[in-house]
């Protein structure tokens, strides 16, 4: 999410409950957002608050967070590759 854009915590637990269907603890994304920004994934920064309410932290994605995101992707659809042998091969034998 934060490689399409910038956002702040209500605005991720919101896309993952909206996007992936995940419900989260606002705790729980906010403390994974502190881990990530401590280990150079994400930073972020304070937006200036507006006439409606106060401000927010905006968090947006590392040259560092780019290059881990790809390799998960990577890692992961090796990992789908090697789920569709195993069904492919379990749905053939089971017809048999």
């Known amino acids: 999410m934060l490689k399409r854009s910038h956002l702040h915590g209500y ?14 603890e606002h705790a729980n994304v906010y403390r994974s957002l ?24 905006i968090y947006e994605l590392t040259d560092a967070g780019d290059g881990a995101l790809r390799e998960w992707s990577d890692a992961l659809g ?7 042998k195993f069904f492919h091969m379990y749905h053939r034998l089971s017809a048999q």
Do not use: N
């Open 34 to 57: 502190r881990q990530l920004e401590a280990g150079g994934y994400i930073r972020s920064h304070w937006s200036a608050a507006d006439d409606v309410g106060p401000a927010t932290r």
């Open 78 to 84: 090796e990992y789908r590759a090697s789920l569709e």
């Open 11 to 24: 605005e991720i637990v919101k896309e993952l409950r909206d996007e992936f269907g995940i419900a989260c």
